[in-house]
């Protein structure tokens, strides 16, 4: 440790080297043999006692050495030796400063952190370096790491590169911050002075510093902070007063010395009367926790939380657990969590939280938990949740297993409703930025477990987390030689073998990932057992110098693949060329689950547009059919999972859009995400726009235009892929799109993503495509109109209107002088177009109208649309039946109802012809005709059976949550009010309502269309408050000169009649006129007009206001015959009669 002087002293100076220098010689300047603390320093003046700690930095950087527990082990080392010295010189209470150079002041910070810990009382000992500490100097202390620099053209000798320990100190390092966590509470009780180097360290041909600035001296508060003008050694060597830095690091020493007697006396005080708090609030608690013990086993034994036995009908983990080894305590703690958690008083799910390093298996652990407890759960479930896209998209599989459709939020809501116990695991849920809170359910009888790398996660637990690091060293070793000698007993392996695999599981970190690729590529006799350590080091230090390594974990996982990676990219066989390729196309996709037949749907698409911009894989290029293409991928896709790059696993889907579902097997390659984002990182910038745009354009190409119902479920596993190649677009290619071929990928993505629901996302990218094409091509061109109608229909679906209706006024405007050929002009009078485009365009612009209350312009515009695509294409043709349908549609809501009939029976009968029973198709005719019968208020049962049927079926192909399911939900709740089974009709009402706010929100149709119908199932039933709960706010909410607002008021206004509320209902009558004059959104002798008739000849009747009644005789005069019979709507169900209470009593629900 030192020397002892023969005088009475007043402090310590504790002085702990680095690691590229042994102990004194730290501390030497060379050209003079000056020990300045010896030479230079006044320590007798000072009473001082120096002290120089040394440690063997050649046992903890050699490779094989300590890497995990080097730095814990030798800070209780000094802790140990310092408190024994003191002891033995009866000192123990003598201030200290600490001086450090490099990574000994990491050791101090460990060491201080150590002794604060020691807080019982046979070990309050060891707590005195705590107590006695007076002042810390930190001289390139590398608090947030060393520079890549120094590791990658450092001379390693022999052993050819850095080790795992070097590696671990390497910046943003997880060993580093675990430190900086345990001192950050002491940091304040100590007067620190951070020193950085000013002058960079020559290494071979370069030159660089080995910890920089912002590493050496962190933007602490109340910290000094100084650099010194030299390099990493030089900074502690002093030959002079007039050595650079002397003069600073003496004054800073004096300094601390001369505050240190007080500064530790009140510690020491401070410190001694805390823990006898501490100890005595301890024992407190002790025997309050005694007195109540049997109570809480009683309410234990009543709360067994494991789950019941079950039969296991759903699991949807997509995956199977490789070989897994180890985690045995892990996983039996995890089970008595979940079993000793249930909570009896609130049905909530239980969450655990596993965060830790990249490769440190935390899938696996969640995996093989999956596979061994399957059978204890009623359903496992499997979530991606490394964006917030993937997790949605992953929810959506969930709710349509469910039969809910692909609605957002419809999964959780379900799981939140079953009483069976469920376990779900939310996979690499890493971005720090993403809130899991939506991805949670709120309630049911669940376990949930969370694997991520962010500790903050840790927020999201209920019953507690794991931190994953390295796996156990002696099952590391065994993991290790079990893969790599699969065919070899584990005791007939040679202690040199087993010598090798412990320095290179060590090496490695002990990282599950790591270990299996370094066994695999030992197994396949790449690089036998003995020599691959020494490829490794020197792989990890060539990796130093590329940005893709950011911590000694990067560089272990990654390495592992390099090595056999490097074989592949220098082979010269076809296949290999081809997993070079392969591997590069992956990259930039999800990490999970890509179709192999994406390849071989692409390809002749992709051959045929091929571009200058775009890279083009020979497998996809060079076979002349998809078979010849499907063969090849999969040949170079065996390459890369032989070398255990990716892995390939078989699915099952099940296509659900017809009667008779047809069941098909593809395979899916997968990556590890750390080996993913290698792959993606090994590449230059240049390269890897290149290949981005290659894989964007193979997705688009697999994607046909006409978005055929048959390759639905092919499209649906395209959405993560799609949406990965969109994140790398917008951070490698900001201009995006820059040409036509990049409008026609996006067009492609967002009709994927508006098949799908995303509707939000498809018109973002449309909007991109319509501005881009109209300022290359032309409003004209066909390619700028067909993204145009697909932007205003996306629209349409979010019930944005004014959107839909300027888009397609645009469109119209433009097919009406954009036409195809020149015989199109040819027509009389010229002005006045016959093709085909401008029809289809009419009949969109008729549907939107329709949508938005403009019911008199949309028949028009349907007129003319029917009429013209009649003549162009013939009655049988899909889009003639779309037309047919809007007019029919249209036409029953403006009153002509045997119209409308007429022509929905028409195209119901052809659709169940050409397209069957089940399609959607179909069904949106079908449950259309139900309503128009109710509507005429004929043929009830058979309305009934179509709106039933048509409701049943939706929810089988469209799920329970879809909108046109509930649409049907809420039509058939209207034909039971007409039947009388106003209790059926309520309960129908009730169960979608929450459904609809959830999918829709507030004030989307479908909520007012909801909304009024239970207000008017409350009115049959004489429930005039709850009716009158519902329709005031929506009298407030809805948008004015609509169908909508009219329908609203009036309900409203019929029951301020029957509560007597006269004043009021007529004002809202008065708002219904003056708004039917005005804006002449419905017609004077409408239905609605002439129901609210009957509403003012109630209330002038109750007020015997004569002359207005005489008035609204003269201009309605059925509101005096109280047997005509009154015209009906086919809009929200409303019974239009006068308004007057009924003689019999309230119904019954």
């Not at 002491?186 to 360290?201: A, C, D, H, R, S």
């Not at 590529?521 to 350590?533: A, F, N, V």
């Not at 290698?678 to 894989?695: G, H, P, Y």
């Not at 994140?727 to 490698?732: C, D, P």
């Amino acid at each position: 440790m030192g020397r002892r002087d023969d005088f009475l002293l007043d402090i310590s100076i504790v002085a702990v080297h680095g690691l590229y220098e042994k102990g004194a010689q730290t501390w030497i300047h060379k050209a003079t043999g000056c020990l300045w603390l010896r030479d230079l320093f006044p320590y007798r003046q000072y009473r001082a006692r120096i002290l120089s700690y040394e440690y063997d930095n050649e046992i903890l950087t050699a490779p094989g050495g300590p890497a995990t527990t080097g730095i814990y082990d030798e800070a209780v080392k000094l802790v140990g030796e310092l408190q024994a010295d003191r002891y033995i010189q009866e000192a123990e209470n003598r201030p200290l400063v600490f001086i450090c150079h490099g990574f000994g002041g990491l050791l101090v910070k460990r060491a201080l952190s150590y002794s604060h810990s020691r807080k019982d009382i046979r070990v309050e000992h060891l707590r005195s370096i705590f107590r006695s500490t007076a002042g810390i100097l930190f001289l390139s202390t590398p608090h947030q790491g060393i520079t890549k620099q120094s590791l990658a053209y450092g001379d390693f000798g022999r052993h050819g590169g850095p080790s795992q320990f070097l590696l671990s100190l390497l910046e943003g390092s997880e060993s580093l911050q675990e430190i900086a966590d345990q001192f950050a509470p002491l940091m304040k009780m100590f007067p620190i002075y951070n020193f950085w180097e000013q002058v960079g360290t020559k290494l071979g041909k370069v030159k660089t510093v080995i910890v920089d600035r912002a590493s050496a001296a962190p933007s602490w508060s109340d910290v000094d902070q100084c650099g010194i003008n030299n390099d990493h050694s030089g900074m502690v060597k002093y030959h002079g007063n007039i050595s650079p830095g002397f003069r600073l690091v003496h004054a800073t020493l004096e300094r601390y010395i001369r505050t240190a007697e007080k500064t530790i006396e009140r510690r020491w005080h401070n410190d001694v009367d805390m823990l006898r708090r501490e100890r005595l609030n301890d024992a407190e608690q002790l025997i309050r926790s005694n007195a109540s013990s049997w109570s809480k086993t009683d309410i234990d034994g009543l709360s067994d939380g494991s789950p019941i036995p079950s039969v296991n009908l759903h699991y949807l983990v997509h995956r199977r657990s490789e070989y897994f080894f180890g985690r045995i305590q892990q996983l039996e703690a995890l089970l008595m969590k979940l079993k000793s958690s249930r909570q009896r008083e609130v049905r909530k799910p239980k969450i655990f939280v596993i965060y830790g390093l990249p490769g440190s298996g935390k899938t696996q652990f969640c995996l093989n938990f999956c596979e061994n407890n399957r059978y204890k759960y009623w359903g496992v479930f499997w979530i991606d949740c490394s964006s917030a896209a993937n997790a949605d998209a992953s929810y959506a599989l969930l709710s349509e297993r469910a039969g809910k459709g692909r609605e957002i939020g419809a999964g959780q809501e379900w799981l939140s409703q079953i009483i069976d116990p469920w376990l779900l695991v939310l996979d690499n849920a890493n971005d720090p930025e993403m809130d899991l809170t939506g991805f949670l359910p709120s309630y049911g009888n669940g376990h949930i477990l969370i694997t991520t790398r962010n500790p903050n996660a840790k927020i999201y637990s209920t019953i507690g987390f794991f931190h994953f690091r390295g796996m156990d060293p002696e099952e590391a070793v065994i993991l290790l030689l079990r893969l790599a000698y699969p065919d070899t007993e584990l005791g007939l392996i040679n202690d040199d073998s087993r010598r090798d695999a412990q320095v290179i599981a060590s090496e490695l970190g002990y990282l599950a990932l790591a270990l299996k690729q370094a066994a695999y590529t030992i197994r396949r006799q790449l690089l036998p057992l003995d020599r691959y350590l020494r490829h490794l080091l020197g792989c990890r230090k060539a990796l130093l110098s590329r940005p893709i390594i950011q911590s000694s974990t990067d560089a272990n996982i990654i390495a592992t693949y390099e090595l056999p990676f490097t074989g592949i990219a220098t082979g010269k066989s076809i296949e290999y060329r081809d997993a070079v390729d392969l591997l590069h196309l992956l990259a930039f996709m999800h990490f999970s689950c890509i179709p192999e037949s994406l390849f071989a749907r692409s390809s002749d698409s992709f051959k045929r547009a091929g571009s200058a911009e775009t890279t083009c894989p020979a497998a996809l290029v060079e076979p002349t059919s998809m078979h010849a293409v499907a063969d090849r991928v999969l040949a170079a896709a065996r390459v890369l999972y032989d070398h255990s790059i990716i892995s390939i696993s078989h699915t099952n889907t099940e296509n659900k859009m017809n009667s008779q579902s047809a069941r098909s097997s593809t395979k899916l390659f997968s990556f590890h995400p750390a080996i993913h984002q290698w792959a993606q990182e090994r590449l230059d910038k240049t390269e890897q726009k290149r290949w981005l745009m290659c894989s964007a354009s193979i997705l688009a190409h697999a994607i046909s235009p006409e978005v055929e119902t048959s390759g639905t479920l092919f499209r649906r596993l395209l959405l993560s892929h799609i949406e990965a190649c969109l994140t790398g677009l917008r951070v490698l290619r900001a201009e995006f799109p820059g040409s036509l071929d990049h409008a026609s990928i996006m067009e492609k993505f967002a009709l994927v993503f508006a098949e799908n629901g995303l509707f939000r996302r498809a018109c973002s990218l449309l909007l991109k495509v319509v501005e881009f094409r109209v300022a290359t091509l032309g409003k004209g061109h066909m390619d700028t109109l067909r993204a145009q109608r697909a932007l205003a229909n996306a629209h349409l679906h979010l019930f944005e209107i004014p959107k839909c209706l300027d888009i397609q006024k645009d469109v119209l405007y433009t097919t009406k002088w954009s036409r195809p050929s020149l015989r199109d002009w040819l027509v009389w009078p010229p002005w006045k177009p016959i093709h085909t485009a401008y029809y289809v365009a009419l009949d969109d612009m008729a549907c939107f109208l329709w949508l938005g209350g403009k019911r008199e312009q949309s028949y028009a515009a349907g007129m003319e649309a029917v009429d013209g695509l009649s003549r162009q294409l013939g009655e049988d043709d899909p889009i003639t039946l779309r037309a047919m349908f809007n007019l029919g549609r249209t036409s029953q809501h403006l009153g002509q109802f045997k119209k409308g009939q007429e022509l929905i029976e028409i195209v119901e009968r052809k659709r169940r012809h050409f397209f069957g029973s089940d399609h959607p198709v179909t069904l949106m005719a079908m449950n259309e005709l139900g309503a128009n019968l109710l509507a005429q208020g004929f043929q009830l049962d058979y309305a009934e059976h179509l709106v039933s049927t048509a409701w049943s079926t939706r929810k089988k192909v469209l799920g329970e949550e879809h909108p046109y399911t509930l649409w049907s939900a809420n039509d058939l709740s209207r034909v039971y009010c007409e039947l009388g089974r106003f209790s059926e009709a309520l309960a129908i009402l009730k169960k979608i309502l929450p459904v609809v706010r959830r999918t829709m929100g507030e004030y989307h149709i479908g909520m007012i269309m909801t909304k009024s119908s239970l207000a008017w199932t409350y009115i049959l039933c004489e429930k005039w408050d709850e009716a009158e709960s519902i329709l005031r706010p929506l009298c407030e909410t809805i948008e004015e000169n609509t169908p909508y607002w009219i329908e609203t008021n009036y309900g409203y206004a019929y029951v301020l009649v029957f509560k007597k509320d006269f004043e009021k209902a007529e004002h809202h009558c008065n708002l219904i006129m003056n708004k039917i004059g005005e804006t002449r959104v419905i017609a004077s002798d409408s239905a609605h007009a002439l129901a609210t008739a009957d509403i003012l000849f109630e209330i002038y009747s109750a007020l015997d206001r004569k002359e207005e009644l005489e008035v609204l005789k003269e201009k309605y005069p059925h509101v005096a015959d109280k047997t005509s019979k009154r015209l009906r709507s086919i809009d929200v169900f409303m019974p239009f009669k006068p308004a007057r209470r009924p003689n019999t009593g309230n119904t019954n629900i």
